[in-house]
C-alpha cells in the first residue's frame, strides 16, 4: 500500500474508498462497472436489492457494454465504406434476389462452415450493399471481417510485395473470419495482379469465408484476370461451396434518380401550373 500512500496529498492518512476503487476498477477494465457502481448502489438501496443482486447487476452492464465496445471495434476494423444494413434494404426492388436465402446468410452459419458468397449482377442493384449488411452481421455475431475492392486489395498486395512485407499482409488476410471483395471486374488486372488476387482465394480455400461482388457473369471472369488458367482454378476454389446471389435487374440508383426526376417534373409542372392561375381566385389563366 506504500505506492498508494505515495500519491496521496500531502496530510492525508487515507484514501477514499472511491479513489482506491476508481484506481482498481481501471486496472481491471471494468469501465461500465466504475461509471454505474453509485447510481445502481443508490437504485438497489432504493428498492430494497441485495447485495448479489446489485453486484450481477453492475457485472451484466459491464457485459453488455463490453459486446457493444467489441462490435464497434470488430466493425472499425473491417474498414467498410459504409455501415448499410438489412433494415434498409428493399428486396422487393430486386426480385432475382432469393430473400430467404439472404436471411438465412444473414445468421452466418456460412462463416462457421466456411464457405463463399458471391453476387452477381449489373451496376447499382445493391450488390455492395448486401455484401456490407452481411460484413455487419458477421461483426455482430463475432466474427472478424475486412472488407476491400478487387483493385484496392490487388494494389495493396503489390504494394506489400515491393516493401518486403507480402507474406505478413498475406497472413492478415488468411486469419480474417469473413474477406469481402467487392467490384471484381470494373478494372482489369496486371498478371501479377491477377496471380496475387488468386493466392489470396487459394489461401483462405476452406478456411475461412469469402464474399466476392462482381458486375461479370463466370465466363467474363478471364477478362479481369488475363488468364483462362487462372480464372478456371480461381472459381473452382472460390464456387467450391458457394451460395451465389443473382442480382440482376434495374439500378437502384438509376430508379431512384428517374423517382426524383419524375418527382421533380411534377413539381415544375404544379409551379407551372400556379404560375399560370389567377392569383385572386386560383383559376388557370392559360
Ligand atoms: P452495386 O454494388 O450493385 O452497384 P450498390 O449496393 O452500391 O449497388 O447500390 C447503389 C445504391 O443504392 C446504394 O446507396 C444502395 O444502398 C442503394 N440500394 C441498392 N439496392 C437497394 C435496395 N434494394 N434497397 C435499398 N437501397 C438499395
Ligand atoms: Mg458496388
Redesign the pocket.
Known sequence: MTGVKETMPAGTMAAAPQVLLAHHLKQLKLPTVLREYDKVARECARDGVDHPRYLLRLVELELIDRERRMVERRIRAARFP?V?SFD???????PS?NKMLVLELARCGYILRRENII?L????????????ALGLAACQKGFSVAFTTAASLVSQLLEARDEKRLLRLQRELQAVKLLIV??LGYVPLSPTGAELLFKVFSQRYERGSTIV?S?LPFEDWTSVLGSERLTGALLDRLTHHVSILA?NGD???LR?SAGRRRATAAAEQNQATIDEADPETGEIIA
Open positions: 459504409a448499410k434498409t434494404f428493399d428486396f422487393t426492388a430486386i434476389l453476387a449482377g449489373n451496376s447499382g442493384t445493391g450488390k455492395t450493399h448486401v455484401a456490407l467487392d467490384e461482388t458486375n442480382m439500378s437502384y440508383r431512384q
